[in-house]
């Protein structure tokens, strides 16, 4: 949801599921206008407000069609001239997921939710399913979709009686929220980096820790109006002064100075996910996942292992779904993908790292159009499995019957003397490890000045942390054979800290060989030319596998903030976003282990504070241990597939 809204962004949050189309050269540009006829309704909800929604219809009447509708914050009208338009006349240049769609035929639905844009009553963050308290206007993302459902069967012609829905971010929300109690016509859902619940490895909180860049990033832009509005035509980009947040964040050090650099419009919504800094009501009763129950609608849930907003939400989606409604489809697809990157683009790579094929267009013509065809038009084909994952690494796509896999055992890669990572417990020999963390020097996540959350860093070169004195460093020998990690990543350390607060940052490692091939990014210039810029090697890359952080005040539950003792030894132990990686043989895992994050996560003064209302006397350096000795065996729990032949 909350990604930096660089023009990839805004074209993802405004332009929903449109895609990008690879046309041949001396092909004719395919036209919306010519296939399809726009309308826009204002639908009746049961309380008497009314929902802006835009139809498109195939302009073919010889047959009938199923709806494939999405639900968004981020408006139904139409990017025209660099600005946000609504009106029958102005057409996007794509409305469908891909051109499949558009070529079969759908009658493509796009609505404002409440309270944004065109639409009437009062929008919610994350619009509590229950709620007893309901206040005018307010409504329930269920029973909005059924009455338009209901709406839409009765009022647009040539209609085949089905419906679909789907949507990404917060539109992923939308669609899981919509099916809940689902009306009948409804046969095919695909929430899709579905924001799922905000404080549990979702968009807000991870551990505990506020994921300060990404959130700043977005809800300086991301602000509620008086509605109905067709404003803001643009969104308004924060002016940081700098182009390097790193320098930005800590010049304000305090999150109180930090919000005071927005105006009151830009604190409104962010202002209320700092304050609610547990897991409070606030947050419980915005967690969708606990109600997601008597679906009728076939799901295919989809994320991106690399996606940095919304990664824990498609898992968290898929597990809900097949636990509470057994007798339906509940799929999953994750693949090599930063946020909503399936929608669009080759899915090729991501920053250095390669994926070797087209994983993009693979989703959308193998596994998304089939699966709505399938269901909506009752086209014949081979069945879904009921998980398609890309195993990254090896660069594979691999089928399961459930995620995470059930031939997947867990294994412990304990922590060990002199920065060694194995299989098995250490032998005697140093107790601990120790660095100190100062917050007003804190760890960066990457090694180039950035605002926002470049997505890039899902899979950050982390060479550059393993040389400073505040970041623990654990490697392996060298590989022997390939290893493949499958589910949930857990650590389990064995802490001390002279503060009475920590975080606790965990980062698992995929490290090249010194003897790596140069790929496909030499830049070659011809004999006498200009020096060129220095090019990043890929031998003894580091690439980011996992990295979460625990705040380490929540290490007995996020409802139960406790403070360290200084000195006293205790257990730290969470779980991280799961993983499908293969470590090649020849190649290294790798554990880092530091204290900050910054300012991916808010600092952690390391005093038991309150961090929303922390003062610049609260940040306090402190040295932290990490022990390996007998009894006090630190290491991370993860799941190993068996060894493939």
Known sequence: MKARLTALALSLLLGGVCHQSVLAADAPKYSLREHYTKYEFNIPMRDGVKLFTVV??????????????????????????????????YYPEHIG???????????FVKQDVR????????????TPHVNPSRAKGQGNESEDMHDTVDWLLKNVANNNGKVGILGISYPGFYTSASIIDSHPAIKAASPQAPVTDLFMNDDSYHGGAFMLAANFDFYSAFVEAENPTPLPKTWDRFDYGTADGYEFFLKHLTLSNILGTMTPKQQALLRPTIDHSSYDEFWK??????HLKNIKAAVLTVGG?????????????YASIK?????????????????????????KRLGYVNFDSKTSEYFRTNIQFPFFEQHLKDAKGKSLPEVTAFETGSNVWRNYAAWPPKQAQARTLYLGDNGTLSWKQPAAGAAFDEYVADPRKPVPFTAYPANGAPKEY?????????????????????????????????????????????????????????????????????????????????????????????????????????????????????????????????HRIMVQIQSSWFPLVDL??????????????????????????????????????????
Do not use: C
């Open 97 to 107: 997921p891909s051109q499949e769609f558009e070529d079969s035929g759908y009658i």
């Open 56 to 89: 498109y219809v195939p302009k073919d009447s010889s047959k009938s069609y199923p709806f494939l509708m999405q639900r968004t914050p981020y408006s139904a009208g139409v990017q025209s001239g660099g600005e946000l338009h609504y009106g029958e006349d």
């Open 458 to 586: 899902m899979v950050g070169d982390q060479r550059f942390a393993s040389t400073r004195p505040d970041v623990l460093t654990y490697r392996s020998e060298p590989l022997e054979q390939d290893v493949t990690f499958a589910g949930p990543v857990k650590p389990k350390l064995f802490v001390s800290t002279t503060g009475t607060d920590a975080d606790w940052v965990v980062k698992l490692i995929d490290v090249y060989p010194p003897e790596y091939p140069a790929g496909d990014d030499g830049d070659e210039r011809p004999r006498g030319g200009d020096t060129a810029k220095p090019q990043v090697t890929m031998a003894g890359f580091q690439q980011l596998v996992r990295g979460d952080p625990l705040r380490g005040k929540f290490r007995n539950g996020f409802d139960n903030t406790q403070p360290f003792t200084p000195g006293k030894v205790e257990t730290v132990s969470y779980s991280m976003s799961d993983i499908n990686h293969t470590f090649r043989r020849g």
């Open 604 to 645: 952690n003064p390391q005093t038991f504070v309150d961090i929303p209302k922390a003062r610049p006397e609260d940040f306090q350096k402190a040295t932290q241990r990490v022990y390996h000795a007998p009894a006090m065996y630190s290491g991370i729990e993860v799941q190993v597939l068996p060894a493939k032949p």
């Open 115 to 126: 309270g944004r844009y065109m639409s009437e009553g009062k929008w919610q963050e994350m």
């Open 305 to 317: 292992w690399y996606d940095a907003e919304d990664l824990q939400g498609p898992l968290t989606t």
């Open 323 to 347: 636990k509470n409604n057994p007798a339906t489809y509940s799929g999953l697809v994750m693949g090599p993908w930063v946020h909503g990157g399936w929608a669009r683009g080759e899915g």
């Open 285 to 290: 009763s915005r967690n969708i996942a606990a």
